[in-house]
């Protein structure tokens, strides 16, 4: 009987659910501040960390990214579900394996699968000072849709004032 909580697999790659043991492997990039750099938390202590496994375990929306080899869980995409047969994604991985394709490896499998259980469309939205990530979008076949100027805020300065970020929209189609 297959592993239910295995959602797709790849040369590299286990793309599973979320489970307790991840949480020194979780917490070891969700406490890196250039991990997190463009996200809408700061980096987090081993107790915030605990608590946003406990979130991640409980959704579908997250997917835990493991090295087949290592078995070491090395970051995580996310797939929201959205309006209109739509989904949001995202990633975030550690930063000691940046750059040798696990990101456009595990979204690519996520996406396919996605695509063939009849999701119409895939967005992303992103800063335009992630040049990694708007990079690897236009990798995976995303064309950019919007460039919103000062649409969010994440923080406050010291007087209140929120710090307006600009943001980039990327989706992909499904052409069946």
């Not at 929306?61 to 994604?89: C, P, Q, T």
């Not at 696990?102 to 469309?121: D, K, M, P, T, W």
């Not at 923080?155 to 989706?171: A, F, M, Q, R």
Request: charged share 35%; with cysteine; proline share 2%.
């Amino acid at each position: 009987m297959a592993d239910k909580k295995i959602i797709a697999e790849t040369e590299r790659l286990i793309l599973r659910r979320y489970k307790k043991e991840d949480l020194q492997d979780l917490f070891e990039y969700l406490s890196d501040a250039k991990v997190v750099e463009y996200e809408p938390y700061k980096p987090m202590t081993f107790s915030e960390a605990k608590e946003n496994l406990e979130w991640r375990i409980g959704t579908d929306e997250m997917v835990a990214v493991e090295l087949k080899d290592s078995r070491k869980m090395i970051g995580n995409v996310y797939l929201g579900k959205r309006e209109f047969d739509s989904l949001e994604i995202g990633f975030v991985f550690n930063r000691n394996y940046w750059g040798k394709g696990y990101a456009a490896e595990s979204c690519e499998a996520l996406i396919a699968q996605a695509f063939s259980n009849g999701v119409h469309r895939i967005y992303a939205e992103c800063d335009p000072a992630n040049k990694r990530s708007w990079k690897l979008l236009e990798t995976l076949g995303f064309l950019r849709e919007a460039y919103f100027r000062k649409n969010v805020y994440f923080w406050k300065d010291e007087n209140g004032k929120p710090i307006w970020k600009d943001t980039y929209v990327y989706s992909k189609l499904n052409n069946v």
